[in-house]
């Protein structure tokens, strides 16, 4: 056999013609290369197309990319596989091709990875699925039995509509069985149910009456989109200024123009008030994009966006890799929460990403909140972002009056975690009929629980964390890895019994006092943990909208854009428990963003509320500004300080976390990478050092910090040095956080 032959029985082999043309594919894992594939003759394979590909042992989908990404290196071929077959999908929109190699580039994560997120639905990429169901036959004889349940299924059916057996039978009340005899004898038949169509939202459904500040903004907004091209705008309003109706106007003229509007939420499964205000204005419900989401409905979501059938999405920060291919729009509702970062494989700031993805698309973005990040004012305040302030509440009601409980002159009752102060506030509320919020974000029962005899704490043997005891649950849980164990009934270090005890306050130990003060008062409790599902809590936040209960307890999900229009009191049981975390840059921030927004839910509507926040630190910045409502005084002086130590956005941030199961070896590899570090006279690297949570889930964590000036190319310098690192050991682990917000 000769040369030529060989090479022509190898092609044919591949399963490609000769002289078949080859495409770059790349695949959803962790890598940043692309591979050459031949195209079989008569398959269509254009970029953005998803493929079905032979990878390793197995076929796997992966996406046709306009352009080669590695090493660039030329491929015989002879040894290029071919294409499986193509898969019908609608394909990824160019842009988002450009978005994913952006992320890719500035989070320093294998592109694989960023468009894996791209490709969250699994079903879209599937065969389609036909349902049926039964119809009523149009003047069809009756059969000549004629019970009362197949009677009343001819009833339900009478409308002509197709449903599905089970549905039917449901309605009509009886089994399959009746259905199944109805179809034999020829009065029902078998078709396909059409699939769903979603519903558009009219953007001339509804009108509202606006304020003059209002009027301004949205004003501000329309022109913003009359634009069409990119910019950004803060929507800096108080709690209850009406931000949300200010920005469905900017919604409404995108939809207008036939273009999709995008609305990330950071509690998407806790935003039924928001839903009910966009079908107010808009006719119909947003389509909805977060976890709780069932694998088939996510699929037919995805495959609706990428076809423009999908005109407004409110999602999660994950709806941003959605394929959008008419985008005109992202507004970024309370943009200030940390819920939006990810610190997961990809690490990354939705808000971030939010703005690049407006930049490249060409087109505005807005960023909502009462409580704007430090970044989002300080970019207003300089002129990159446009500002539409909204400073009084649509009401007209003044804000809440704020005060401190000094705990250190107002002493606690032992055992008790609510003051006197603060006890007599609920008590004056229950008695005028309106509710009380009581906040602290600590889930379970106590933070820490030890032997009062040997003095023994009860640690998570898989992380340095105490156990959080849950007591409704009767377990000890780790808040970092999961790990839980049953209550012990002795100490497991000295076996002493009944010597265990609760340490600190949880939200179920507020609770606990709560009923034993206020026995007679309906207690609602929020928390993600007792909560089994997106259903529930959306029932319950309901009843406490229609004021079927006197006292709310909750965690920071309470904090999040709710409208309570019963609640007046807002006790704050532990002001101080943000400001604990010295390591981190962004405390302080992060604490009066969460006081600011909770005490603002108090007095929205018809009455001022009030606000008391127990603290043992009243002198501090945060407390200050939170009791003077002087929201400008705190972000001057936190704008000082980030300047003074050169912290975003003034300076830039990069962590750098090894881990490994063996802790000699994890300490040995942080100090070998820390000594290849490039020299610079603009960066410092600080570290390695112990992670202050030095364990999780088995694993040692040495840390180090990364710090450079705003103007410095941090990636590219972040590049050479891992290009200067030897191949590790299989079981450690580098990831790089760039923009980091846990210090932990």
Sequence with gaps: MNAPLDSLLEILDNGATPGARSVPVLMPVALDQTYDYLVPEGMEAGPGSFVL??????????????????????????????LTSGIDAPPLPEISMRFAEWVARYTLAPLGMVVRMMMSADTAFEPPKHRFGVAIVEGAAPPPKITPARTRVLDVAADGLVRAKSDLAELAGCSTGVIDGLAAAGMLVEVA?????????NPAHATATFTADQTRAVDSLKSAVDAQNFSVTLLDGVTGSGKTEVYFEAVARVLEAGQQTLILLPEIALTSQFLDRFERRFGVRPVEWHSALRPAERGRIWKGVARGDVRCVVGARSALFLPFCQLG???????????????????YQGRDMAVVRGSLGKFPVV????????????????????HAVLPGRFSGVEMPDVSAIDLRSEKLEPGKWLSQRLVQGITETIEKGQQSLLF????????LTLCRSCGHRLECPQCTAWLVEHRFKKKLTCHHCGFSLALPEKCPKCATPGSLVACGPGVERVQEEVAERFPDARVALLSSDLIPGLTEMREIIRSIEAREFDIIIGTQIVAKGHNFPGLALVGVVDGDLGLAHGADPRAAERTFQLLHQVTGRAGRTSFVGRGLVQTYAPEHPVMQAIVAGDRDAFLNYEVRTRQAGLLPPYGRLAAIIISSRDKALTETVARDIARRAPQSDAISVLGPSEAPISVVRGRYRWRLLVKAPRDVDLQGYLRAWAGTIPKLKSDVRITVDIDPYNFL
């Design 53 to 82: 590909v032979p990878f390793g042992p197995q076929t796997r989908i992966g996406i046709v990319w306009d352009g080669p990404r590695g090493d660039g290196k030329p491929v015989d071929p002879k040894k290029m596989k071919a």
């Design 193 to 201: 149910i059409p699939e769903r169509v979603f519903p558009r939202p």
């Design 329 to 347: 729009l992202i507004v970024v509702d309370e943009e200030h929460d940390q819920g939006f970062k990810q610190d997961d494989r990809v690490h």
């Design 367 to 386: 960023l909502a909140s009462a409580t704007p990040s430090i970044e989002s004012h300080v970019n207003a305040l300089i002129g990159r972002y446009r």
């Design 440 to 447: 602290l974000n600590r889930r379970g029962y106590a933070p």
